[in-house]
């Protein structure tokens, strides 16, 4: 039963006046439970809890933590119908899109518990001491890993469950010893409270100390703005727009003591076409493209936001087929009408910018906050000439940027900013010849793509979701993967320390057998 309450380590609260309810797009009428937005009180006690947490928490064995997110996953799963039932009702999305999403967050946690298993996140190192080096001894120096202490993480708009209360930045955070307070996206809050709640049993049954995990509702900026500026909290997790984004960081790096954020925020995803596979198969990646574009009606990080080509009869030919394929597709509800409101701002302005011409736009009547697909498209030397031409659209749009010639193409992807993706779609042969390209696109982006599209992301140990600024606060670091952990984590170097105090990562006899850098080559032996 949904009370609309602030979930604050063990406890439920509601002490503030502001509220708010969420939206069902489809129906366009508010849901029925009110949500309490947090006073300042009850953030200063989320953080207090994270806060008296850290310790006991960070000092807890990777077998507990690893028994702490398989215990979520569990608790998520045993909502059941109740979980999905809400998730349609806030976003709009099918029934599908939210099992497959929440399978993906269940397999996340148990992705993060898998490498708790096998310990090796920790990155141990060891270099021995040689008493007798000339001309001056050697120390014993062993480094590891270990937790920054309290993370904020603000729930994603756009995968209410894979980037929210129990997603990837929680169960990354969580694997790593860090207390989590999660700021709930206010357009799903009720999807946000109900995991939150599952956290929490999962945090009770595997015996965690409370505010190991809080929720906090919230519908403006003073809750998110609180949690990022106060003094406990030692880093921060956001996935949403540039500009919510670069506030976050902002204040991060204003503070007396300036900590890290870790923000995803947008990308255009550019996907360029070269000549030879248009001959061949035009009407295979028109169909693609056409699906990538709408897929989730285009609210994905990775939607294919520009395309390039080089002007000829197979990129007409190609343009055609697109239109149409596109076309075919039935528009989707988009998720909020803040949201589709947006978008339509988003599709009217690039539509006012000088040489753009609309390809194809789904013309019939649809229902309040559908998202009407649209491709739009322009000389490359316009597109050069025109940064406004280069900002993402959330939503089911693609912009498609005619070049004269390869030099031409060279010059527009030399103007594209830092993005998560960029794919390159060619045959075997021709690829071969475009060397200098596919390293102007390496440079700009955390993932290349070849002969595929961006949409889609896999949850695994090579996955990179993070790019150059302005998609990322920080191109060092991915949102997706194993690697996610080293966001919450910091190296410590012992010099001459017992082993008795050792951690025990570090101790000579090496308990957990570990795989570590001990002078100099990777080993599971004892020292």
């Known amino acids: 039963m949904q009370d609309g309450k602030n979930i604050i380590g063990y406890d439920r609260t509601r002490r503030g006046s502001v509220t708010f309810r969420t939206i069902n797009p489809i129906l366009n009428t508010e849901n029925d439970t009110i949500f309490y937005e947090a006073t300042p009180e009850e953030v200063e006690q989320a953080v207090t809890l994270a806060h008296q947490a850290t310790h006991f928490f960070g000092e807890t064995t990777h077998e507990e933590r690893a028994e702490f997110l398989r215990a979520i996953a569990d608790e998520i799963m045993a909502l059941g119908d109740e979980l999905i039932t809400m998730y349609c009702s806030e976003t709009g999305l099918p029934e599908g899109r939210a099992k497959g999403e929440r399978g993906r967050t269940v397999n996340q946690l148990k992705l993060y518990a898998g490498l708790l298993d096998d310990g090796s996140y920790v990155e141990a190192s060891i270099d021995t001491a040689k008493p007798d080096r000339k001309p001056m001894p050697k120390e014993d120096l062993r480094k590891m890993m270990f937790p920054l202490g309290p993370v904020a993480v603000f729930g994603a708009s756009n995968f209410p469950l894979a980037y929210s209360s129990a997603g990837g930045d929680t169960a990354s955070a969580l694997a790593a010893g860090c207390p989590v307070i999660v700021k709930g996206h206010p357009m799903h809050a009720g999807t946000g409270n109900m995991v939150s709640s599952a956290i929490v049993s999962a945090a009770k049954k595997s015996a965690m100390p409370e505010g190991v995990f809080s929720h906090l509702n919230s519908k403006g900026y003073a809750v998110g703005e609180a949690l990022v500026k106060h003094p406990l909290i030692k880093a921060v997790g956001f996935t949403g727009s540039h500009g919510g984004g670069r506030a976050l960081f902002n204040m991060a790096a204003e503070r007396k003591e300036p900590i890290p954020v870790f923000a995803e925020m947008g990308s255009v995803n550019p996907v360029v076409l070269l000549p030879e596979i248009l001959k061949e198969k035009k009407e295979k990646w028109a169909k693609t493209l056409a699906g990538s574009v709408t897929l989730g009606s285009g609210q994905f990080c990775t939607n294919p936001g520009i395309m390039m080509g080089i002007k000829g009869s197979e990129l007409d030919q190609f343009t055609e087929i697109l239109a149409n394929e596109i076309l075919e597709i039935t528009p989707s509800s988009m998720l909020h009408p803040d949201i589709a409101e947006k978008y339509d701002e988003g599709k009217k302005m690039m539509k006012a910018q000088d040489g753009t011409q609309v390809v194809a736009e789904w013309g019939e009547q649809t229902q309040s906050n559908t998202g009407r697909q649209t491709i739009l498209k322009v000389k490359a030397s316009q597109f050069r000439e025109n940064p406004k031409l280069h900002q993402e659209v959330f939503g089911p749009f693609s912009l498609l940027v005619e070049c004269v010639?390869?030099?031409?193409?060279?010059?527009?992807?030399?103007?594209?900013?830092?993005?998560?993706?960029?794919?390159?779609?060619?045959?075997?042969?021709?690829?071969?010849?475009?060397?200098?390209?596919?390293?102007?696109?390496?440079?700009?982006?955390g993932r290349l793509i070849f002969n595929g599209v961006p949409t889609g992301v896999e949850v695994c140990a090579s996955m990179q979701h993070g790019g150059p600024y302005p998609s990322t606060t920080d191109s060092r670091f991915t949102?997706?993967?194993?690697?996610?952990?080293?966001?919450?984590?910091?190296?410590?170097?012992?010099?001459?320390?017992?082993?008795?105090?050792?951690?025990?990562?570090?101790?000579?006899?090496?308990?957990?057998?570990?795989?570590?850098?001990?002078?100099?080559?990777?080993?599971?032996?004892?020292i």
């Open 405 to 445: 010639n390869i030099e031409d193409l060279e010059r527009s992807v030399a103007l594209i900013e830092g993005q998560l993706t960029a794919s390159i779609i060619g045959t075997a042969d021709e690829l071969k010849g475009y060397d200098f390209l596919i390293g102007q696109l390496r440079d700009r982006v």
């Open 479 to 526: 949102a997706v993967g194993e690697d996610a952990i080293k966001r919450w984590l910091r190296p410590v170097c012992f010099q001459n320390c017992p082993d008795a105090l050792l951690p025990v990562a570090l101790q000579n006899a090496n308990p957990l057998n570990l795989l570590r850098r001990v002078d100099g080559s990777l080993t599971h032996s004892k």
